[in-house]
């Protein structure tokens, strides 16, 4: 159905009225006006009627219709009226305007009827004859013969009256009905403005400017309504801010959550995700809502579980690996959706990111085989010596010194292995608790002990070792533990270094911090081996290594001190030119 405004709805009932008002007004004043004129006009035309009756009611019985003819023409002049003299069977036997020959038989008029009747008829009429509307005043003629005197006069001054009037309460009904409308117009306007405020006001609502007020009109209903309106608008402002409140709160926790969450619903298709999940599946997280969990992450296994928990409903619970690119292992936790009907809608999946753990777990074990393996070597060889000596080297005393001898370094070997695990796990220790000492530190009185420390090796195998410092670098740092890094490099280098060779022991700072660098000339390391070397027990060489009497821990302490000082090493080597070491300090 076609809509109106309001106002085009009110208005056209009001200007009905007005018009049905001013015509009712009007007609029915008319009507009075005409009605008082005319009983103006009636008595006196009835007075000249009956003065006019007696004139005729003597020569009623005598006269011939001709006299009475010219009585009535004679009479009418000076009566200013029409007088028409009736026989008893209606025929005009004298008439003070026309010939009555010329007439109408006027038995049927109505004023002649009821003259008949009741003595006295009137009426108001058009005449024919004059073509003016008159007024009939008919009265018996009083000898009983049933003849009639009926005198008329026209109405055409009343009427032009009436006419005057008329047209002057036409005019008074125009001007007021014109106001009406006008007042009419305004009240309309008057109902509908404060409406069309509030339809305004609604639509701003709707259109999310709930802190808008709509003015409230002084009309009760109106303002009721505006209230109400107000209200609403308040209303929903709060819940709408509560919502999003519990929105953003939802959305940060779940964002900061090391672990991710994925809601799924029950078409497998991913409702929402959090950036945890997002960068463990190495999905996109606003395109990956509202599709299906098989385009989102390809992975058999995660769908597999899914559909487990959109099935069996309850918590679950399993270990998925994701292959993209690195393997990752995720713990997966998967619970039913619930809507407020308790009705499963969905599953939510948490997804923990497992693969450090697990790694971790590796390293541990392979760590502890490694150990055992590294002590059962020195321990075998010492039971095997001591078993000799038992079963009668001991007799030969120079055997027996050789024996003894190869014991004693194998306790060695056994004791360095055991000092190398013991300051590896107390730098793991103190790196963790944060409770490293450090103290400003000259730089060269560090590589100096250092150096010193290997002193004994590099004579031995001549080599030399040259140290450049600037003599006022200082660092805060733990003396002693950049000692023995230092060291185990500086040994290291000698010992993979030919006989006459040089090493270079250097240390420079800049804003970031220092670094010392150790450069040999020696046999360099394959590039394959260099991602490891640092790990424990990590050898290129094995057999070179314990014939040098290594135990594969040195550079895993380097790097551990590196890292309790915040800094990190580094290696750059050229298989058969040579190898630099580099232990970066940050500024503490
Ligand atoms: P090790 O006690 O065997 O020296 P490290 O952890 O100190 O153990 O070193 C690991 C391995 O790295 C060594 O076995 C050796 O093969 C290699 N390596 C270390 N430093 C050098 C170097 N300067 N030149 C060549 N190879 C080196």
Redesign the pocket.
Known sequence: MARRRLLWKLYPTYILLILLCTIGVGGYAFRSVKAFYYSRVAPDLEARARLIQREFAADFETATPAELDALAKSLGPASRTRVTIIGPAGVVLGDSGKAPATMDNHADRPEVIQARASGLGQSVRHSGTLRADMMYVALAEGGGKGGVVRVAIPLTEVQDALATISKRIWLGGLVVAVLAAGISMLVARRISRPLRGMMAGAGRFAAGDLAHKVLVPDTVELAGLAEALNRMAEQLDGQIRSLTLERNEREAILSSMIEGVMAVDRDQRVMSLNQAAASLLEVDRSGSEGRDLQEVARNVLLQRFVARVLEDGGTQEGEIVLHDGTERYVLVRGTSLLDVDARRIGALIVLHDVTRMRRLENVRRDFVANVSHELRTPVTAIQGFVETLREGALSDPDRARHFLGIVGSQAARLNQIIEDLLSLSRIEREAEARKLDTVSTSLEDVLHAAAADCQVTASERGVKVNLICPEELTARINPQLVEQAVA?LVD??V??SESDAEVAVEAEGDSAGVVIRVR?H????PAEHLPR?FERF????KA??RK?G???????IVKHIALAHGGRVTVE?TPGEG?V?SIHLPIL
Not at 538 to 541: H, K
Not at 550 to 556: E, P, R, V
Request: some cysteine; proline content about 0%.
């Open positions: 185990n290291n280098a010992k993979n040999d020696g046999c360099g390391i070397i990590y050898r290129v060489d070179r290594s040098l290594g135990t594969g821990l040195g550079l895993a080597s190898s070491f």
